[in-house]
């Protein structure tokens, strides 16, 4: 199956770009990890909440609340497309890293997805 890219674009082909089933399925998971609860108009709730880990003290407090914060999300928003298996948050320097394991569930493929970003 062939799904639209995201970000949204323009391929190599002068066509709408697309994505296979995996590529869409990590799309879907950074949409939901980066995506603050209030920040879509007809879904007030999706999303994590992640993003306003940001601005909280960085320690072990901010991995643990993160790492609920991740699997709720998830397992509430795409628990039809994946089944979880591990969400692992660290506080590292400077940086948020958090790494999601998961099954897609149409093909039974596993896949381990890290996503970063900056803490204050």
Request: charged share 20%; hydrophobic share 40%; glycine share 10%.
């Amino acid at each position: 199956m062939v799904y639209l890219a995201h970000p949204f674009g323009v391929g190599g082909d002068g066509r709408t770009a697309t994505s296979g089933v995996t590529d869409h399925v990590r799309d879907l998971v950074e949409q939901v990890l980066a995506t603050a609860p209030g920040e879509r108009v007809n879904r007030p709730d999706f999303g994590s909440g992640l993003l306003s880990l940001v601005f909280e003290p960085h320690d072990d407090a901010l991995a643990a609340a993160g790492r609920a914060q991740v699997e709720g999300a998830l397992h509430r928003w795409l628990g039809e497309v994946i089944q979880l298996e591990a969400v692992t948050v660290q506080s590292i320097e400077s940086t948020l890293e958090v790494q999601v394991r998961y099954v897609i569930r149409a093909t039974g493929e596993r896949t381990a997805t890290t996503f970063r970003g900056p803490v204050t």
